[in-house]
């Protein structure tokens, strides 16, 4: 609450929300490029277990002159299956990875950051008051809006 009122005070609030929106809207554009690069490299892997069995047969028929038969071309498309799911996880891994790194950097500055003082700080919470309520109300009187009120007013 003393904060709060601090920034109204020095009428800091609209600078204050000005920031977390600017800090808001970059962290909104990384994460849109993140699901964008995303969304590429699932497709690269998916498109890429069809494409490299193709390439490799017309690159070993070809250019490397060699024969495709039924045992080779069933071989190699056995192979091409079973490296399919641990690539298929590469961009997965890949991408907790940078994400960890990330994590591991913002609380490493975190944790290494300056202790703060409170006698840097002139702000106390307890700050006139005469007792420890945050709100106090006197003689108070609250009440529902009926239905019967509602219907006279129309």
């Known amino acids: 609450i003393s904060l709060h009122r601090l920034f109204k005070s020095f009428v800091w609030e609209n600078w204050v ?32 277990q069809v494409i490299a069995p193709v390439v490799s047969f017309v690159f070993y028929s070809v250019y490397i002159g060699g024969n ?17 799911n641990p690539l ?3 961009p997965w891994a890949l991408t907790t990875l940078m994400d960890a790194l990330v994590s591991i950097d913002r609380l490493e ?5 300056e202790e703060s003082d409170e006698s840097d700080s002139n ?13 106090y109300i006197n003689k108070g009187y609250f009440s529902w809006d009926s239905i019967k009120e509602d219907n006279n007013n129309k």
């Open 123 to 135: 702000l106390n919470v307890n700050d006139n008051y005469d007792n420890q309520l945050a709100v």
């Open 88 to 90: 298929g996880m590469l």
């Open 109 to 113: 500055k975190f944790l290494l950051s």
């Open 17 to 48: 929300v000005q920031t977390i929106n600017d800090i808001r809207n970059k962290e909104l554009k990384a994460q849109n490029k993140k699901q964008i690069l995303g969304a590429a490299n699932a497709f690269v892997v998916v498109s890429s």
């Open 68 to 84: 495709l038969d039924v045992a080779t071309t069933f071989s190699a498309l056995a192979w091409f299956n079973i490296i399919k």
